[in-house]
């Protein structure tokens, strides 16, 4: 099956500027999640869907981070206006009915100078 | 709130000996535990995880962990270490309820000496 897919692989963006990652999760999976995985740590998780809704944001910075999932498949987290410690992978993860199997994506590099 | 403590950041052994990367965790409900594996540039795989049932869980490439609830630990082992074994590993615990994300430790990068 394919996996999840996100785009774009990297980014390199000035502070205050906006930025927007997407993913797709793997076919069938109604849970989406976001995480954010800085320099040196495990991965914090922002985010998490089910289907369309919000299941749990409790981590997510609200004053700049937003994400969406519409129709309940892709999803897209946006930064605005982004800070230099926003610089991070953002991985994206799905995970269907079966077993808690969490599928994760490559991730996108967001560098912020 | 549910945490993860992965004791030493990196962890170096020769090729050949046993690798032991040690993970405990703290939760006030039965956890679910995972270890992922991550490449350089990559993302993350899922080397095993334990839901319920036999506390000894065997994953891919070789590698293995055993949940024991006294100790709260969920140490990762493999008695042969491979080049190829290189690479950052993570603990995570499931969230319980209808907010199920991973809380991940920090991670342990795995040297392997030839």
């Known amino acids: 099956e394919a996996g999840v897919a996100q785009s774009p692989r990297y980014k390199i963006i000035e502070k205050r500027q906006s930025v927007a990652f997407w993913c797709n999760p793997i076919?069938?999976?109604?849970?989406l999640y976001w995480y954010q995985q800085i320099l040196g740590q495990g991965p914090k998780l922002l985010i998490q869907?089910?289907?369309?809704?919000?299941?749990?944001d409790s981590q997510l910075p609200k004053d700049r981070f937003s994400a969406e999932r519409l129709k309940g498949v892709d999803s897209t987290l946006k930064i605005q206006p982004a800070k230099l410690e926003d610089s991070a992978v953002y991985l994206c993860?799905?995970?269907?009915?079966?077993?808690?199997?969490?599928?994760f994506g490559s991730g996108t590099r967001l560098t912020v100078v | 709130a549910q945490s993860v403590t992965q004791l030493g950041s990196h962890v170096s052994v020769s090729e050949g000996a046993l690798v032991l990367l040690r993970c405990n965790y703290s939760?006030?409900?039965?956890?679910?535990l995972f270890w992922y594996v991550q490449y350089p540039n990559q993302g993350l795989q899922l080397l095993l995880k334990?839901?319920?049932?036999?506390?000894l869980v065997k994953g891919i490439n070789g590698f293995e962990a055993e949940f024991k609830k006294s100790e709260t630990s969920f140490h990762l082992t493999k008695p042969s270490a491979h080049m190829s074994d290189a690479a950052e590993y993570f603990c995570?615990?499931?969230?319980?309820?209808?907010?199920?994300?991973?809380?991940f430790g920090k991670g342990t990068h795995l040297i392997i000496q030839p």
């Open positions: 869907f089910q289907n369309n809704g919000v299941v749990d």
């Open positions: 995570a615990v499931r969230e319980g309820g209808g907010a199920d994300g991973l809380t």
């Open positions: 993860a799905s995970s269907g009915q079966e077993n808690y199997g969490y599928t």
């Open positions: 076919s069938g999976h109604a849970t």
């Open positions: 939760s006030s409900v039965p956890p679910y």
């Open positions: 334990y839901t319920t049932g036999a506390t």
